[in-house]
């Protein structure tokens, strides 16, 4: 299984740009690469997904690179709403398998 | 409305009362599972179940039971509920693994 690594919280400012790094480095072939968004108390809400370079859509973007090692999740201008935390998950395609979640990273956003 | 559906969403109730949790989800969805969230450990993931009849263990399985019956049906069966199964739960489900989850609201349980 892929073991993921995050940061455990990062501050930012409402307007600013953030961008989560997760580190991924025994990533297999088949894996794909999925982000999650969590308020308290509520489930964990997908965001995003990709397997290699670039994935964008409507609230994100996903940058891996060609090593597929690591990957970051891009959040254009920022509100407080984006308070959360956020989920990096390798997952697995086709085999019986567990899917971990970390412990996450929890965005605080400033006004 | 796509949607996984939980019930209770809250829930107390007393030690080896059994008790089930019920799953639903009306997106002909394959995979479904079951995960528990605690403070500072995350969600960890109890029991999965990748089609009809097809379940497996997660990381915590001990003290929970499951059973998939049906597609769109997933109960988490506590035969004989203990306070260290008071928790955050959550049910999920994906049309294959490895995509996109769907969570459902979440039942608070409390078992004193």
């Known amino acids: 299984l892929a073991k993921t690594t995050q940061p455990i919280s990062m501050d930012s400012y409402e307007g600013q740009e953030v961008n989560i790094t997760c580190s991924h480095n025994?990533?297999?072939?088949?894996?794909?690469i999925t982000w999650y968004q969590q308020f308290p108390s509520q489930g964990p809400r997908f965001i995003i997904q990709g397997y290699k370079t670039k994935v964008t859509n409507e609230v994100a973007s996903l940058f891996i690179p060609a090593d597929r090692k690591s990957s970051t999740l891009s959040l254009p201008r920022v509100s407080l709403s984006d308070t959360a935390v956020y989920y990096c998950l390798v997952g697995l395609m086709n085999r019986d398998d567990k899917i971990i979640f970390g412990k996450g990273t929890r965005l605080h956003i400033l006004p | 409305e796509a949607q996984v559906t939980q019930n209770p969403r809250y829930l107390i109730t007393v030690t080896g009362k059994k008790l089930t949790v019920t799953c639903s989800q009306n997106m002909n969805h394959e995979y479904m599972s079951w995960y528990r969230q605690d403070p500072g450990l995350g969600l960890r993931q109890i029991y999965y179940?990748?089609?009809?009849?097809?379940?497996d263990k997660g990381d915590v399985p001990e003290g929970y039971k499951v059973s998939r019956k049906e597609k769109r049906n997933f109960p988490l069966i506590l035969e004989s509920p203990s306070p260290n199964q008071t928790s955050l739960y959550f049910c999920?489900?994906?049309?294959?693994?490895?995509?996109?989850?769907?969570f459902g609201s979440g039942t608070r349980l409390t078992v004193v």
């Open positions: 179940s990748m089609n009809v009849e097809v379940t």
């Open positions: 025994n990533i297999a072939t088949n894996d794909y």
């Open positions: 999920a489900s994906s049309y294959r693994q490895g995509h996109g989850y769907t």
